[in-house]
């Protein structure tokens, strides 16, 4: 007989509802005891084929569809988007609009920080922290909703530049928020450093050693808090960066600890550089025409949101569609980091080590490969198919959307 | 120096002010200036050149002819993602956004707004 005490390896799937965050993707966790001794993670679960979806589309189109990829750096995503369809076109967009691109861009970067200092603060049940940062994150959302039109998704970008510009009265706006939210950004940086129960909840907790970072190609805070002094706003500066002085907020503690002080301190930063834009931003027009259809061509943009880096990749082939949109979210390079962090770990600190990447799953899920096992090599398959062969799918399995689908038509 | 209960002292000073959220819908903080709420259309200026219509990039708009030089805007609430392209793509400015929000109806039949001259309601609306 077993003795009881002799712990074998317990494996558990969590998902593929998240334990931290309400996105569904999967993990298998092999436990000994309390201690993570194995994990993978599984994602595939929203994949929403945005990337097929922006083809039948025109460039001004794909771009509000492109910006609803995430609902947090929904700007990252439609400026990565847009810079790599100028590139194409061979666009120079004004000065003006590059300064509002990166207003909006900072704002953003803003509001995603106070939101993930508010979940973390949940994960490690510290909601006292999450409702505060949660009232304060208010006023740059109130903020953008009056610049932009929408407190979500801004399309403010279009090709060729901005389609709102800012008034003198906005740049007061914008001023007196941004004090606003320095003074509570201090705060919750004295807290950060002067809370015990929160420093040592997250101290040594989440560890991904320099060597790890490099290796795993983790991008934004993750591996800045890893001491690697990687952002693209530095390395490849895009919009009006190459013209503001910024610093690059890098620590070495490698833990999750270090990830809350990095974003704190990208706070900071990003008050900054907001106060640079609003007394640099140069007078001229906002937008550049351009012609409907993108000369042939490709570009690969690159775009520092505050996940990491966004990366984009667009064929034209002179039509008003694009031929291929390629996304690769910042998640993406940053999940494989979280099996390293996991391993050895306790299964309690799970739900706090993945939300400390900061992922959106939903953003990540581009495509899903599916082996044939029995014929080995691969094949191609056509939009239309998989169309049907999921309607073939469902209806196997006794779930039939004639009905639905004819209602839906009456509807539109 | 770091000690626990650090944020208490926000807490009882939050004791005594304001509560920080709004009691909808009995009292509303409305929406900024240039918000991006439902669309209005000035059938007046429409030439029917139909350019919202292909700039749209959820199909929820549809300039119909309805007589000599007449045209009228259907418009699907459901659909619209209250993006404002139809506005910039109109060049007669026939378009216009307004800060209206509150567009839920229990009756999806109702979510198909006529915007035309005949139907004064709708453009008020
Ligand atoms: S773009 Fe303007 S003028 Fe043309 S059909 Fe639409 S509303 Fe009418
Ligand atoms: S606001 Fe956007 S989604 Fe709505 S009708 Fe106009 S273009 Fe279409």
Redesign the interface.
Known sequence: MHDVHDFEDVKIPIGPQHPALKEPESFLISLRGEKITASSVRLGYNHRGIEKACEERTYTQGLYLIERICGICSHSHSTCFVQAVEEIAGIEITARAKYLRTLIGELERIHSHLLWLGVAGHEIGFDTLLMYTWRDREVVMDLLATLTGNRVNYGINTVGGVRRDISHKQKEEVLKAIDILEERTKYYIDLAKGETTLIKRLQGVGVLSHEDAEKLDAVGPTARASGIERDVRKDDPYAAYGELDFKVISVNSCDVYGRTLVRLGELMESFSLVRQVIRKIPDGSILVKSARKVPAGEAVSRYEAPRGEDLHYVRANGTEKPDRVKVRAPTLANIQSVSKMLEDRYLADMPIVIAAIDPCFSCTDRLVAVRDTKNKGSNTVVWETIRLQGIEWYKNKGIDFTSLNEKLTKLS | ???????TR??IQSLFKKP?TVNYPAKRSG??????GKLKFNPQMCIGCKMCM??????AIEIRKIGEKQFEAEV?L??C?????CV?SCLKHALE?TAEFELAKLD?AQLKVILNVVNKDSLEE
């Open positions: 120096m770091s000690r626990p209960g650090k944020i926000l807490l920080a929406m900024p200036e240039g918000f991006r292909r700039d749209c990039p959820s199909g699907n459901a659909k993602i209250y993006c404002g392209q910039d956004i999806p």
